[in-house]
């Protein structure tokens, strides 16, 4: 691989003039945020577009454009239809079906947190803890991905140490948590959103003019196939302009874990469960499902459509595949390839560094609210628990419906869950391998809906919600997907050793079972273990 | 279609479109519709 890398000091000059407009724009925001006496009002009268790029940056991150993008480099442009799935269910059916309904349930209960959430609806204290349980064991993977994305584009981008990299995103990350609150206002969320809409345009444009046009590039993608290495040809693979093989194993590793795992997983992340329960009205929903369906299409788009294209610029310039020039890791097909086509000119490095700058800013972004998330699983919705169990001072009941004074204690224990949180997610990210953002991202997104979907899905449609079945479909959903994914799925089983370690004589089932993801297997375990247990009790109460 | 052969493919980008499209209209409709009296739940 050829060493990139922008000029330095054009970085340094570009960073400080980016930090001194994001600080502005905070204490711009702010100001107006304060003057507003009804800040509701405020929020209705604030412009659809700058809402809708700020819902747009705020959800999408590193993650799935260099994660996925680099998956779509490697497999193909099948991922197109996550695309569709993301349109599909993360904004319609997320923004019109749930997240009218959390904002309205939410409000009336009064909760902080998605496991607060889920507890005050069930009246249950198992349940809010439980699930704050499933979010610190699954959201560090996914932090940790979010995290090595933005690593690696600064690798690439300014050939410096991985490990530099990583120290020096793990500062900054800590500032942005402590001190972000001033700027992460919605100007600086639409700034990057704006940007990072832009620049992928630009991206693409770019690499189709460099290819020689819209059919030359595709065409030329598709007479590559010959040049699909040989293991992943026998997995299935029929080129990059090609969906996997039906029924082959890389059918179902592509459709199970990165279709289904990402494209259902994302309706019950707790960070965004969160975000509709702030959002002002139904109507911010509706106006933000406007833009955010154009966003989605160009943003992760023209990821899944470059990435595939780059094997053609790789293979006429080099002789090689992406994944071979970039020494076989997906995660660095994007990094590498924008550095390479804009590369040598100064327009094209002010693009690499203004893009590189806020791809940074929408990972911090996305990351800081995954850290609070996880921050508020740990202090608000575990430990005021623990701490009254312990001290006996209260009921578990008392403890869910809160009282001012834990309430303040808790916050302060959220404050510190978030910093042993970044302590964690920086271990994690020092020790991912190479092709695991796509994968990562999966996991957690497949463990949450295995477990909390059907529990969710119920107490937004249900009249009278189920306590016991909740209880017992969000237990079964976890168990379920745990067992699949630590000793059945044969990726996950090897990368983490514990199957190999418990039982090493032991015969485990091959393929299909070893590459079908848990979630397809926990969801529908999670879901027919709720209808049994709400049925049996309608019936019982009907007697 | 436009190089791409495999029709999975191109109904793949085709539903993308035709979805966003979806949401322009409706966010368009919907622009100063509160959306509470839709929810009966």
Not at chain 1, 74 to 84: D, K, N, R, S
Not at chain 1, 167 to 190: E, K, P, Q, R, S
Not at chain 1, 200 to 212: D, F, N, S
Not at chain 1, 464 to 487: C, H, Q
Request: charged share 10%; hydrophobic share 50%; proline share 4%.
């Amino acid at each position: 691989m050829v060493d990139a890398g922008v000029n330095m000091a054009l970085f340094a000059v570009v960073a400080v003039g980016y930090l001194a407009l994001t600080i502005a724009l905070g204490i711009y925001g702010y100001r107006k945020t304060l003057r507003n006496e009804d800040f509701m009002v405020g929020g209705r009268k604030i412009n659809p577009v700058i809402l809708a790029l700020s819902y747009g940056a705020t959800f999408l991150s590193t993650a799935a454009i260099i994660g996925f993008g680099g998956v779509s480099g490697q497999l193909g442009m099948g991922t197109i239809w996550l695309v569709a799935l993301n349109i599909l269910v993360g904004l319609i059916i997320a923004f019109i079906v749930f997240g009218k309904r959390t904002r309205r349930i939410g409000k009336r209960l009064n909760a902080l947190t998605f496991p607060d959430f889920l507890g005050r609806a069930f009246n249950s204290p198992f349940i809010q803890v439980f699930s704050a349980a499933i979010i610190l064991m699954g959201m560090p993977i996914y932090s940790a991905a979010v995290l090595l994305g933005g690593v690696n584009f600064v690798v690439a981008s300014l050939d410096i140490d991985r490990n530099v990299a990583l120290f020096g995103l793990a500062i900054i990350v800590t500032l942005y948590v402590t001190y972000g609150g001033i700027i992460a206002v919605m100007y600086n969320d639409a700034l990057q959103g704006g940007i990072m809409f832009l620049g992928m345009l630009i991206l693409l444009a770019v690499t189709y003019i460099e290819l020689g046009g819209v059919v030359e590039a595709h065409q030329a993608l598709t007479n590559l196939s010959p040049q699909v290495p040989q293991p992943l040809s026998d997995a299935g693979m029929r080129g990059w302009t090609a969906f996997p093989a039906f029924g082959s194993p890389l059918w179902y590793t592509f459709v199970t874990t990165f279709l289904l795992g990402v494209g259902i997983g994302a309706l019950a992340q707790p960070q965004l469960a969160v975000r509709y329960m702030t959002a002002e009205s139904g109507r911010s929903l509706n106006r933000a499902l406007m833009v955010g369906g154009i966003f989605i299409l160009v943003v992760v788009g023209t990821a899944y459509t470059v990435g595939p294209l780059s094997n053609v610029y790789f293979f006429n310039t080099y002789g090689e595949t992406s994944m071979q020039y970039v020494g076989q890791n997906a995660d660095m097909i994007i990094p590498v390839f924008v550095n390479e086509i804009f590369g040598g000119s100064l327009f094209g490095e002010l693009f690499i560094v203004l893009f590189l700058l806020t791809l940074l800013c929408a990972a911090m972004s996305t990351l800081s609210s995954l850290l609070h998330t996880m921050g508020a699983s740990a202090g608000y919705d575990i430990w005021r628990h623990v701490r009254a169990n312990r001290s006996g001072s209260h009921t578990a009941e008392e403890v869910l419906h809160g009282h001012d004074k834990d309430l303040v204690r808790s916050m302060r224990a959220a404050r510190i869950g978030t910093m042993v949180m970044i302590v964690v997610t920086v271990i994690v990210t020092y020790y991912m391998p190479a092709n695991i953002i796509a994968r990562s991202t999966a996991v957690f997104m497949g463990l949450t809906a295995a477990a909390l979907l059907p529990a969710y899905t119920h107490v937004l449609f249900a009249k009278e919600p189920d306590t016991r079945a909740a209880k017992w479909s969000i237990v079964a959903g976890t168990v379920t997907w745990l067992f699949w994914g630590l000793f059945i799925q044969a990726n996950n089983a090897n990368q983490i050793g514990l199957r190999d370690a418990l039982f090493p004589a032991a015969t485990w089932p091959g393929v299909p079972y070893s590459v079908i993801d848990p979630l397809v297997i926990g969801l529908p375990v999670s879901t027919v273990v709720l209808l049994a247990f709400f049925l049996y009790g309608r019936r019982k109460g009907g007697l | 279609m436009l190089g791409i052969d495999d029709p999975w493919i191109w109904t793949g980008h085709l539903f993308a479109i035709g979805l966003t499209l979806f949401c322009l209209i409706y966010g368009w409709l919907k622009f100063n519709d509160d959306g509470e009296d839709d929810i009966n739940g």
